[in-house]
């Protein structure tokens, strides 16, 4: 009797990050699971361990001998390592130590490479998981926007022909031609978004000083999935909107109980301008070096799609949501997740693929 095709074995993409961990569970070509653990990084490597045991716990099928694992990168930046190559390559060994053998690490494009040899292409390695990202969007529609917008960063790339148009591979580059934007919709302090920001009828200075992120915006707009709020506040204070306000109000040199309610709303939505208006321009821009239409969709990634999503609309281009693009992950809080955890889920698309 025939036998069937040869299933291809399950795959788990990984994520490491300077502030969180994701993660993404794949089989029978598709998302299964995908999630997000807190990953102070900066704090050192055994922050890591905790956050790939929490994985592994949630997926006990993970250390079968049969799954492999793909994993990509930014955390290699953090301040716990002395340069970028000495990060790729402890966190290359840690992630080994734990996953086993068959561990390769994203190398660009759709390559990949074994741990002990992560020293030799650590360049290759070193804050790719945007071209994850992309290569498996592009793959899927023939010219687009990517906006991946997260807690920490915005990645803007041009999608034409099944690759990414890009001016940049590493994040000097990318910095240099807006393809990396160094704010997102949690982590960011407020004060690295605008110098001066309207209230009440004028323009008033802000303090540069860490007493409010972009979290109390969202939070306050009612934008930010509680889920996706993982992060710890400013102040160490709570996450409601009492808390919330006085961490804004803070920010122009008043106490919450100056104004109603309405007013820190109101100063949430100019702070929302300001950062809209930020990245909107940036993907003008890219999407200007790279000869991309006014037509071609925008698809939206990361906690800060609804910014995509908006961003799209302003400049009457259609959006989608990754998750869209990936079997299995269209529906419901499932897509919600791969969007977040978009490089997790394009690692492990990858590797699948490569049997």
């Excluded at 492999?68 to 990060?87: K, P």
């Excluded at 099944?162 to 001016?167: H, I, K, L, P, Y």
């Excluded at 070096?289 to 799609?305: D, K, N």
Aim: net charge neutral; aromatic share 6%; glycine share 10%.
């Amino acid at each position: 009797m025939a036998s069937g095709p040869e299933r291809r074995p399950r795959v788990v993409g990984w994520d490491v990050g300077g502030a969180h961990l994701k993660a993404c569970l794949f089989e029978d070509g598709r998302v299964v699971d995908v999630a997000q653990w807190p990953c102070a990084l900066w704090r050192g490597l055994p922050q890591l361990d905790e956050a790939v045991a929490a994985a592994l716990a949630r997926w006990p099928q993970a250390l079968d001998a049969t799954t492999r694992h793909a994993a990509t990168m930014t955390g290699e930046m953090v301040d716990l390592f002395a340069d970028r190559e000495q990060g790729v390559v402890r966190l290359a060994a840690a992630l080994a130590e734990t996953l086993g053998p068959s561990l390769r690490l994203y190398a660009g494009t759709t390559r990949f490479v074994p741990p002990h040899e992560a020293g030799r292409h650590w360049r290759a390695i070193a804050s790719a998981n945007w071209q994850a990202t992309g290569a498996v969007a592009a793959a899927r529609v023939d010219e687009a926007l990517l906006l991946d917008i997260g807690s920490t960063t915005t990645d803007v790339m041009a999608l034409r022909g099944g690759r990414v148009v890009s001016q940049g591979l590493d994040d000097a580059r990318r910095l240099a031609t807006g393809e990396l934007v160094y704010q997102g919709v949690v982590r960011t302090p407020l004060c690295a978004l605008a110098a001066r920001v309207p209230f009440e009828g004028e323009q008033v200075n802000v303090m540069n000083e860490f007493f409010a992120t972009a979290a109390d915006v969202y939070r306050t707009t009612g934008e930010l999935d509680p889920a996706h709020d993982q992060d710890p506040t400013a102040d160490g204070q709570g996450k409601d909107l009492p808390a919330t306000h006085r961490r804004l109000a803070r920010m122009i040199g008043r106490d919450a109980r100056d104004r109603a309610p309405a007013a820190w709303q109101a100063l949430a939505q100019a702070w929302r301008a300001l950062q809209l208006a930020d990245i909107k321009g940036q993907v003008a821009r890219v999407a200007a070096a790279a000869g991309v239409g006014s037509a071609a969709t925008l698809v939206g990634a990361g906690c800060g799609a609804f910014l995509a999503a908006d961003i799209a609309r302003r400049a009457g281009r259609g959006f989608m949501p990754l998750s869209a693009l990936l079997p299995g992950a269209s529906d419901g809080a499932l897509a919600g997740w791969v969007d977040v955890c978009a490089p997790a889920a394009a690692v492990a698309a990858l590797a699948y693929a490569q049997g």
